[in-house]
C-alpha cells in the first residue's frame, strides 16, 4: 500500500466527489474537468524487513494547468531550467536522480511505477513534483511533457539515470 509522508492512505486523500483512487496498482482518477486533487505518492523505506521510516515522494496534481506557457513561466519563476519535448514511449529500470524536478504533461498519459509496484498514471494538464533521490521507473507510451530541473541540464551528473545501487 501507498502511504505518504504523514502515514495517511492517499485514497483518503483523494475521497471526494466523483474521485476514484485504485492503491497498490496505479493512482488513477476520475472528477470533474478543471477540478485540482493533489496526491502525495510515497512509500516506506524497508531494508531486510526493517522499516527506515518514510521516504516523501511524488505529488502529483491533476488539471492544474492547460498550455505549455503557463508551465514554462511556472519553471522561469522558480529560476530552473526547463525543456519541452516530445518523450518517446519508453520503459527503464528502477533508479533515482540527484536533483530536483517538476514534470508538466501536455499531452498524452505518462507512467511512473515505484519500487514498492504503485504506479501514477498521469494525463494532459497534470503537474508532477518529483523531488531528488525517490526511486521509480518510467513505462510510458509517448507523450509530451515540460520538465523543469532544479540544476542546468549541462551540469547534471551522469548517468542522470542513477542506478539502485548507487543510493545510499
Known sequence: ??????????????AAPGNRC??????????SPGSRVGVRVGCRVVVDGIDKGAAVGFMLTEGYFSTEQEALAEIADR???????????EQNDLH?????SVVFI?????RVEFEDGSAMECG????IEAPSRVLHREASSAYRAVFGFSVDPADMTQPV????????
Do not use: Q, Y
Not at 533515482?96 to 530536483?100: V, Y
Not at 539515470?161 to 545510499?168: I, Y
Open 1 to 14: 500500500m501507498i502511504r505518504n509522508v504523514s502515514g495517511s492512505d492517499p485514497a483518503a486523500e483523494m
Open 22 to 31: 485504485e492503491v497498490g496498482r496505479a493512482l488513477t482518477g476520475t472528477r
Open 96 to 100: 533515482w536522480h540527484d536533483f530536483d
Open 106 to 110: 501536455v499531452d498524452g498519459t505518462a
Open 124 to 127: 494532459a494538464g497534470a503537474r
Open 161 to 168: 539515470n542513477k542506478p539502485v545501487v548507487e543510493r545510499t
Open 79 to 89: 529560476g530552473w531550467h526547463s525543456v519541452a519535448f516530445d518523450v518517446p514511449a
